[in-house]
């Protein structure tokens, strides 16, 4: 009860006083050309916070995880593909309200899009301005536990030949340390306890672990809540 007070005072001092708590974060950003890889929303909110163009097309989307997996494991030539659309994705979950792209066999749920002309452009726009980092330790990847993704991605995951890697969930992880592995506390009270999707993730996120100094030296330094 005690820490649940705590995160919410924690998070409406820093939401009252938000103005404040940016621009000393953009002050203290000396990284300002890092590319955020991640499977959902998480990724785009620290590039609006930061005041930083999208360095990255992973933004107001998300992607399944079996799908990110795929996606990862072959990254250089997924992001070379066209991106074309499907109507019906192929996860029985997923809403097909919204556009769905596919790079060969993996889909990208564009959520926050109004039509795939939209998605498309903005794809492809941020995609080019991507791809002119071609150092891949100027890539900052991330995962979390949503949507599909399991604890045998999450430890695929930090196996991967990528130096910069954080992940997220729930529970910890053998063999993850603390510097790799993020372990949320849990809110049984909402949605079952259900994992915050990545905005709601991202405002939690200064509890946790320093993003500014992350990028600024691809250390990970622990905040309030260190386990």
Same mark, same amino acid.
């Given at each position: 009860m005690l820490r649940k007070l705590e995160i919410f005072l924690k998070r409406k001092i820093r939401h009252v006083f938000s103005s404040y708590y940016q621009k000393k974060d953009i002050t203290r950003l000396k990284n300002r050309t890092f590319v955020l890889i991640s499977r959902n929303c998480w990724g785009g909110q620290v590039y609006q916070w930061l005041g930083i163009p999208y360095n990255t097309p992973f933004v107001g989307l998300f992607l399944f995880g079996p799908c990110y997996m795929k996606l990862l494991n072959d990254f250089d030539r997924y992001m070379k593909l066209e991106l074309k659309f499907r109507e019906i994705s192929k996860y029985p979950e997923a809403?097909?309200?919204?556009?769905?792209?596919?790079?060969?066999?993996?889909?990208i749920h564009f959520q926050?899009?109004?039509?795939?002309?939209?998605?498309?452009?903005?794809?492809?726009?941020?995609?080019?301005?991507?791809? !002119?980092?071609?150092? &891949?330790?100027?890539?900052? @990847? $991330?995962?979390?536990?949503?949507?599909?993704?399991?604890?045998?991605?999450?430890?695929?995951?930090? !196996?991967?030949?990528? &130096?910069?890697?954080?992940? @997220? $969930?729930?529970?910890?992880i053998k063999g993850l340390d603390k510097h790799r592995h993020i372990k949320f506390i849990q809110d049984l009270s909402k949605k079952k306890g259900a994992p915050p999707n990545g905005k709601k993730r991202f405002k939690l996120t200064f509890l946790y672990f320093d993003v500014v100094n992350y990028l600024n030296t691809a250390s990970v330094t622990r905040t309030r809540f260190k386990q």
């Open positions: 809403h097909n309200d919204y556009p769905i792209g596919v790079l060969d066999d993996i889909e926050h899009y109004s039509n795939p002309e939209e998605a498309k452009e903005k794809w492809y726009r941020r995609r080019e301005r991507m791809l !002119k980092h071609k150092n &891949k330790d100027d890539y900052f @990847f $991330s995962i979390c536990d949503r949507r599909g993704v399991t604890e045998s991605d999450i430890l695929a995951f930090h !196996k991967l030949n990528f &130096k910069n890697k954080i992940s @997220f $969930s729930f529970y910890k």
